[in-house]
């Protein structure tokens, strides 16, 4: 198929990249003191937002629907702590693709490598995190949508352990695999927010590493070789680490069994407007809901089942405080120039790996470790469910070890 490129978001000389929703500013002022004072955030365009109507990419969502009357508790709690909320950022339309890319709003530029897509769905977050126009910024995760970007972006990011931070107030894509999960440029300030964000306890040392064969097999020749450096780092500050295998049945059998879970949670959640109202979707996520109906119920039910034993499989080995370690995502940023059929074979090659994490509800911090031609590959750590404070501890130490100070 002939290859496209993304439409890029209009120019803003308060928003060189495109990262913030066009039209006026949304912002929330924080509170004089606390744990995040002076700080500023971007939030995605799924988060609801007093006054506001949240958009989920799409201009037939926003028409159809009200402005949310209560601002997401999650929103809340970062401004009661004292952070500034600087504007509502761009997602992929209904937050359902990888790459970064909304043909209504524009896609955001990626500041690292502008020839290469951002990453999504939390294009916007990612975008305007490493521009520096905001500290951090908060996202939501159900297939990568904060890893990846993290990824193609040079960030450190965080799909926390599933429900460890409220969701209420945040628009639903697959609702059992849904996270809000953040990104930050240090490894400290991604550990800061979370401190705010996430329940108590969950503290305590981790360890041994775990290196995911199949997962390093799965990633590029390229990302591999960049990665191994920050590995051998991380054996040389933590232990050699043990060579596991988590996907039994296969990376292929993880993606096809997240995309039945994911087609059924999506019909649940999106279905009754998608057929009801009729909007106009790109051919991607248009694409998604003409085939979605049609899933063979026994296809749906092999899914469930893949996610079940595979998740207790995973959960299992990270009882005792292991931390698998992996190639965030399996390639770089995808050039803008690339094709639908590339870019289909990347979704899939790289939902077999972050289907790890979502399949066991369990945490995953990604660190910016590495570079292919100049392009930022992350470092994946993930731990077991519950231990996302601890996980982040140890990303901080990962990031010290790996010479990654204040900055990235």
């Not at 006026?24 to 700080?39: K, Y």
């Not at 629907?65 to 509502?88: F, R, Y």
């Not at 059929?341 to 470790?369: C, K, L, N, Y």
Request: glycine content about 12%; overall charge neutral; aromatic content about 6%.
């Amino acid at each position: 198929m002939a290859g496209r490129t993304a439409r890029r978001a209009e120019a803003d000389p308060g928003d060189p990249v495109g990262a913030f929703m066009p039209g006026p500013r949304v912002t929330i002022a924080g509170a004089a003191s606390g744990p995040l004072a002076g700080l500023a955030f971007g939030l995605k365009d799924i988060f609801d937002v007093a006054g506001h109507v949240s958009t989920f990419g799409n201009p037939d969502w926003a028409r159809t629907h009200p402005p949310a009357t209560i601002t997401a508790p999650c929103v809340t709690m970062l401004v009661e702590a004292g952070a500034s909320m600087a504007g509502k950022t761009k997602t992929v339309e209904l937050a359902a693709g990888l790459t970064g890319e909304n043909p209504w709003y524009g896609t955001p530029t990626n500041p690292v490598c502008p020839d290469r897509y951002p990453g999504g769905s939390s294009c916007g977050s990612a975008a305007g995190l490493a521009a520096g126009l905001f500290d951090f910024a908060l996202g939501s995760d159900t297939a990568g949508s904060v890893r990846i970007p993290a990824s193609y972006c040079g960030l450190f990011g965080i799909r926390p352990s599933w429900g460890a931070v409220n969701a209420c107030g945040v628009l639903p894509l697959g609702p059992s695999f849904d996270t809000v999960g953040w990104f930050a440029r240090e490894a400290s300030l991604l550990r800061r927010v979370g401190e705010v964000l996430l329940p108590p306890g969950g503290e305590g040392a981790l360890g041994p590493l775990l290196k995911v064969e199949e997962a390093w097999m799965n990633a590029d020749p390229a990302v591999a070789n960049a990665l191994t450096p920050a590995l051998e780092r991380l054996e040389a500050r933590f232990g050699r680490a043990a060579q596991v295998e988590v996907a039994v049945e296969g990376l292929h059998a993880f993606f096809d069994a997240f995309r039945a879970c994911n087609n059924e949670e999506n019909l649940s959640a999106l279905g009754p407007w998608v057929y009801s109202v009729k909007p106009k979707l790109s051919a991607a996520v248009q694409a998604r809901f003409d085939l979605a109906p049609h899933q063979p119920p026994a296809k749906t039910a092999w899914g469930r089942h893949i996610r079940s034993v595979a998740g207790a499989r995973i959960r299992a080995l990270l009882a005792g405080g292991g931390v698998l370690v992996f190639p965030t995502s399996p390639v770089v940023a995808p050039p803008l120039s690339a094709s639908t059929d590339e870019i289909m074979a990347i979704r899939e090659q790289t939902i077999g790996v972050t289907s790890i994490a979502g399949f066991a509800g369990v945490p995953e911090v990604t660190i910016p470790a590495g570079r292919v031609e100049g392009a930022p590959v992350g470092l994946s750590l993930v731990a077991g469910a519950g231990r996302d404070r601890a996980l982040l501890a140890f990303a901080e130490a990962a990031a010290a070890a790996l010479g990654l100070g204040e900055g990235g």
